[in-house]
């Protein structure tokens, strides 16, 4: 259930809301509701609230969401979507292996010719082994070694991951 995933919470529309002269009680009777979320969801979800003469209801108020824990969530014309923007140590990873890509290319424009193949030595502190074969066709590497990370000169030098580069 997206309840799993989002808190939701109402508030008055003041333009739609009638009679004009209650709204100071009707924002008040909404901060009431929004302390327990089933009422709101079911408002949301088309159920009215009637309180005296007041009616609540998905005509008369608007509805926000925010996410729970690492959820981004957006609502938009009755449809809510979730997206978990937790990062694993995989998309962590994936995103290592792009900075390197970024690098050796940016490194290539400068010293060498387009269709030129060359040789990487990357000294890194993550292991992107599993990534070998997309680096090597991403720069045209004809070889590339992984190794652990040395403190050494090049002129390739990342600090996210931490890498030093060597390109021949």
Request: glycine share 2%; proline share 2%; net charge negative.
């Amino acid at each position: 259930m997206i309840s799993d995933y989002c808190h939701i919470k109402a508030k008055l529309n003041k333009k739609a809301f009638q009679p004009k002269s209650q709204i100071k009680d009707a924002e008040l009777l909404i901060e009431l509701i929004n302390t327990e979320e089933s009422i709101v969801w079911a408002m949301y979800n088309g159920s009215t609230i009637k309180f005296e003469e007041l009616l609540f209801n998905s005509k008369n108020l608007f509805f926000e969401f925010k996410g729970k824990d690492n959820f981004f969530v957006k609502e938009k014309d009755g449809i809510i979507v979730a997206i978990d923007t937790t990062m694993t140590p995989e998309l962590l990873l994936e995103g290592y292996r792009n900075e390197i890509v970024h690098a050796i290319q940016a490194h290539r424009k400068k010293n060498f010719g387009i269709s030129d193949y060359i040789t990487v030595e990357i000294y890194c502190d993550e292991d992107l082994s599993i990534h070998k074969d997309h680096i090597s066709q991403e720069v045209r590497a004809k070889t590339i070694t992984f190794a652990p990370y040395k403190d050494i000169s090049t002129e390739i030098s990342l600090t996210k991951p931490l890498a030093n580069i060597i390109v021949l």
